[in-house]
């Protein structure tokens, strides 16, 4: 069994929130400073001989790979500190930003436990906090790495509560899916009644949801997929047309549905192989989305391929969006009431135990799946 030197799963979370964050963005000087005491602090109150700790099963990574790197084995998390709450985690959402961390394209410190995103019950919280109670159902996602695990300690302020109606599997399956969903549509470009948009990847996590929300934003919605069964899940979803791209050409076909305009935005979560595909797509000062790189980094884009029909390039990250606490429970307070009222659903296609992660990125990576991916821990190993 590994043992933990402090009460964060290793790597210590408060350095792993540090690596993690910059890989988006700059901190400032404060902010590293934080960090760093927090760190340090950490560490003081985890080496005392009082401080409880919990065992329990995590998936690790020791070296940058394929699935087969994903261990699991036994950890310790110990108590939660001045604004913590330790949380049982109930249903892990799996997502393609966990296939980019285990191959390194977004870079972290070894070892470490992947996954963003989970939803469970309070276990313990930290002295003094006030707002939040052992019992309380809660869900996370997208603020640090670590989810891949029984337990965890996490920032108070980073988990949102989940509604009586919804339970934990559904939560984990579209708190970060949904909340990428509604800066995507509601924020990033502001999609209307009368627009068309194009959506990569239609039958996904987050196209799947991108489809439904998109049609109950008044928009006609596009989508590209890969097989006849992922076509009729995404005409189910919202989709007004779909593009079988591996035997259609899906320019030529978004062409011949908008009569030659193009689209007004084109979501595109696959990269390489589809970007210059979707920026043709495009009618006049048309907006390309690029949020996930499935196929791998896309190509430099030339400023003269924008001017050509004044389009407008971005490549959004969730962080940015959900800033703030106000920001974060606005954001997942939108996705749960438009579950809650019946706009979205989660379709969730494969649950795996937490103990087969690694078979459960193989199919991932494979296209074997469609819609959200669970892990649960404590399932049958």
Same mark, same amino acid.
């Given at each position: 069994m590994k043992k933990l030197a402090t009460s964060y799963l290793v790597p210590p979370r408060g350095m792993l929130v540090l690596r993690t964050l910059s890989s988006y963005s700059s901190f400032s000087r404060k902010a590293i400073e934080y960090t760093a005491a927090l760190f340090t602090t950490r560490r003081r109150l985890s080496s005392t001989p009082f401080a409880a700790m919990v065992t329990c099963k995590a998936i690790r990574v020791y070296e940058l790979g394929g699935p087969e790197v994903l261990r699991y084995e036994d950890i310790e998390v110990g108590e939660p500190g001045d604004g913590e709450v330790r949380v049982k985690n109930l249903a892990i959402g799996i997502n393609f930003i966990d296939v980019y961390f285990r191959k390194g394209v977004y870079k972290t410190q070894l070892p470490f436990i992947p996954g963003v995103e989970a939803a469970g019950v309070v276990t @313990?919280?930290?002295p003094g906090l006030t707002g939040r109670k052992v019992g309380d159902r809660v869900a996370y996602a997208g603020k640090a790495i670590g989810s891949y695990t029984e337990e965890q300690i996490l920032l108070a302020e980073n988990v949102v509560p989940i509604p009586p109606s919804i339970d934990f599997i559904t939560a984990a399956s579209i708190m970060l899916k949904g909340m990428t969903a509604q800066f995507l549509l509601r924020r990033c470009f502001q999609v209307q009644p009368g627009h068309t948009i194009l959506v990569h990847a @239609?039958? $996904?996590g987050v196209g799947s949801l991108l489809c439904q929300w998109g049609r109950a934003l008044g928009a006609t919605v596009i989508g590209t997929v890969s097989t006849e069964e992922k076509a009729a899940q995404a005409l189910q979803d919202g989709c007004h047309y779909t593009i079988l791209y591996k035997s259609e050409n899906f320019v030529d076909r978004v062409?011949?549905?908008?009569?030659g305009k193009g689209v007004q935005v084109v979501y595109d979560s696959v990269g390489k192989?589809?970007?210059?595909g979707s920026l043709d797509c495009l009618a006049y000062r048309g907006y390309m989305v690029i949020?996930?790189?499935?196929?791998?980094i896309p190509d430099p884009i030339s400023l003269s391929a924008l001017q050509s029909k004044s389009l407008f390039l971005t490549r959004p990250t969730m962080m940015h969006y959900i800033g703030t606490r106000d920001e974060l429970l606005a954001t997942a307070g939108e996705v749960f009431t438009n579950v @809650?009222? $019946?706009i979205l659903k989660a379709r969730v296609n494969h649950t795996y135990p937490l103990s087969q992660a690694a078979e459960a990125h193989c199919d991932l990576e494979s296209r074997k799946t469609s819609g959200c991916?669970?892990?649960?821990? $404590?399932? @049958?190993?």
């Open positions: @313990a919280v930290g @239609a039958a $996904g062409k011949e549905i908008t009569n192989d589809t970007i210059q949020f996930g790189q499935s196929s791998g @809650a009222s $019946g991916i669970i892990l649960l821990p $404590g399932s @049958a190993e």
